[in-house]
């Protein structure tokens, strides 16, 4: 597991301002305050359960679970590997067992009910837990509140921090259950990625010579800490003068797991024609850019196969906007002090990391880790808060976040709630139904999903696939007549997750296109429909999920795949929406005969 302090808890030895508190340091006096301080020492572990794949998957939704016997001792955990993988709950009560019965489970979010089938909920109940503790409630609307009603209504007791239960204990153990989602509670209140600023200076306040010479300001301690921040964000983003003077890779360097993309915000496109970022072989990258900026070169990165999205303005807040449609929930700025003061101006920046070396530089030209915020007073700056201080090798490392966490108590009416009192106000919109996460309202129908198929294979035996992603990505390279492709096939098949599977995939595919099936091309679509008509007939209530939307237009809303998906503005082939409304029809069809056989077979029976 990476050490904790990165974008969520900090780690033991960490002196955190403001309250903050690391798992098990407050528990002082557990005979003074009782079953107090040993559920908030469970809900503390939970959250430190819920960070342990960082680094390893993109970014997503943490959540762990402790289960407690009647005495306190724990019995088993989990915590969620990555999104289209076996819930949290679901990993803590098998490795409880016969203990769970009575038991008392732990989590430090509400589960999320995204695929319809409620396996979190159902394994709690029929594990036979008797209590569920609860951090916090889940920030994401459509999700809010569905768990907590149906864990109640089998009878489980249901107990919320800061709501049922309140103690100072109680309250620190509910802010480490912020801190290991400040990132999707910052990006659901905000409409934009949840955004951390990072920068390494000299104890003067200057982050490169004043000829522009910055390597090295840090050390090797706090470089590899950086490595393990970037491992924790979907992508990394700088500028183009960050490009053009440092030459960055801006990879994580762990030697396998998360990698993530590399963003590059240029208005002129003003770049190098040859660079580290241009090289896509192990990661993508993508440039943002005002609309029409050199074409020409333009056309020289797409060669390369970098993606080129252009914005009628470039600024931080739009680029932020865009990557948060694109389904990303947590990016870390690399840039120099231009580009940062203008997304601390925009207020994208939600919490910052500032990497401090026992070093005097001077210099009265030499650059500083923020540019110009049109500040006069004192009493303008920004007062940072959950402020931490890490002593890394001879650096120091001082965070904090720009604004609160949200709160994400509910004060107004649910959605559900809502449309009790007033019918006529909907949740979503009936005609159109879009679609990417596996958390997103009609998750279940992504092909990511954690839903395992079936599937014959050349020998006429049934084989199991974790999900639609893994036997998609497998198929790729079956029939091969190679050693690589065939270890290749294993390797996606024995994936943890189906974004792994799908890393594996494409990365094989781009590296060595010669092991690829030669069919491929025109096969694929079918591979992928035969695999999703599996998913939806094997699954009533993903079955039933897919009639329920008849009449609807099924999106997958990706805005950078596509052939799968929608696309940013509706350009995409959208062939998975296509597929599954193909397969609608065909489960549509199938049920009104069924009905007209059933209708013929009562008129015979009453002749």
């Not at 960070?51 to 943490?62: M, R």
Request: a negative charge; charged letters at 20%; glycine letters at 8%.
């Amino acid at each position: 597991m990476l050490p904790m302090a990165a974008l969520s808890l900090p780690p033991v030895g960490v002196y955190c301002s403001g309250g903050g508190a690391t798992p098990n340091s407050s528990i002082s006096n557990n005979n003074l305050l009782g079953n107090h301080a040993l559920d908030a020492a469970h809900i503390q572990r939970a959250a430190e359960l819920a960070d342990g794949s960082a680094g390893f998957t993109s970014p997503h939704p943490n959540f762990g679970c402790v289960i407690a016997s009647k005495s306190g001792k724990v019995a088993g955990e989990g915590f969620l590997y990555a999104q289209g993988t076996k819930p949290a709950e679901v990993l803590a009560v098998d490795a409880a067992g016969d203990f769970s019965r009575r038991a008392t489970a732990y989590l430090n979010m509400e589960p999320g009910d995204c695929h319809g089938d409620h396996s979190a909920v159902s394994a709690l109940v029929q594990a036979g837990i008797e209590r569920v503790v609860i951090g916090l409630r889940h920030p994401l609307q459509h999700l809010r509140g569905n768990a907590i009603r149906a864990l109640r209504s089998q009878g489980l007791q249901v107990d919320f921090l800061g709501e049922d239960l309140n103690s100072k204990l109680i309250e620190e153990a509910r802010k480490s259950c912020l801190l290991v989602n400040a990132p999707l509670i910052c990006r659901a209140a905000s409409r934009v990625p949840f955004s951390v600023l990072k920068y390494a200076m000299t104890l003067d306040g200057k982050i490169a010579a004043s000829s522009g010479h910055a390597a090295w300001i840090s050390s090797k301690t706090s470089r590899n800490r950086v490595f393990e921040l970037r491992g924790r964000s979907d992508a990394v983003i700088v500028g183009g003068n960050t490009v053009r003077k440092d030459n960055p890779r801006l990879t994580a360097r762990h030697g396998g797991g998360h990698m993530p993309m590399r963003i590059v915000m240029s208005q002129t496109l003003d770049l190098p024609e040859e660079a580290h970022l241009w090289d896509t072989s192990d990661v993508s990258t993508i440039v943002a850019t005002q609309r029409g900026a050199r074409r020409h070169f333009q056309k020289h990165l797409a060669s390369k196969g970098i993606e080129v999205v252009e914005f009628d303005i470039l600024n931080p807040k739009e680029v932020m906007e865009y990557f948060h449609d694109r389904g990303y929930l947590s990016l870390l700025w690399e840039c120099g002090g231009t580009l940062a003061a203008a997304a601390i101006s925009s207020g994208v920046i939600h919490k910052a990391f500032a990497f401090v070396a026992p070093k005097i530089i001077g210099g009265k030209n030499a650059p500083s880790p923020v540019g110009e915020l049109g500040m006069v007073e004192m009493t303008q700056a920004f007062d940072l808060v959950d402020v931490c201080y890490e002593q890394i090798g001879p650096d120091m490392l001082i965070s904090g976040f720009l604004q609160p966490i949200p709160d994400v108590t509910p004060v107004i009416p649910s959605v559900d709630e809502t449309f009790e009192i007033d019918p006529t106000v909907t949740p979503y919109e009936s005609r159109i139904i879009l679609f990417y996460k596996t958390w997103d309202p009609y998750g279940a129908f992504s092909n990511f999903s954690p839903h395992q198929i079936k599937m014959p294979n050349d020998s006429g035996d049934y084989a199991t696939w974790l999900s639609v992603e893994h036997y998609y990505q497998a198929q790729k390279f079956v029939g091969v007549d190679d050693p690589v492709a065939q270890d290749c096939v294993e390797n996606i098949k024995s994936a943890r997750s189906p974004e792994e599977a799908a890393r594996i995939g494409r990365s094989m595919q781009r590296k060595r296109p010669d092991l690829v099936r030669c069919e491929w091309e025109s096969v694929k679509i079918e591979v992928m429909y035969r695999a999703l008509k599996c998913k939806f007939s094997i699954y009533p209530h993903l079955n039933a999920m897919l009639l329920s939307s008849a009449g609807c237009v099924l999106v997958e809303a990706s805005p950078h795949d596509l052939f799968w998906g929608g696309g940013r503005d509706g350009e995409g082939l959208n062939y998975l929406g296509r597929l599954l409304m193909r397969l609608r029809s065909e489960f549509l069809v199938r049920l009104q005969l069924t009905d007209d056989i059933d209708i013929v077979c009562a008129c015979t029976d009453s002749l």
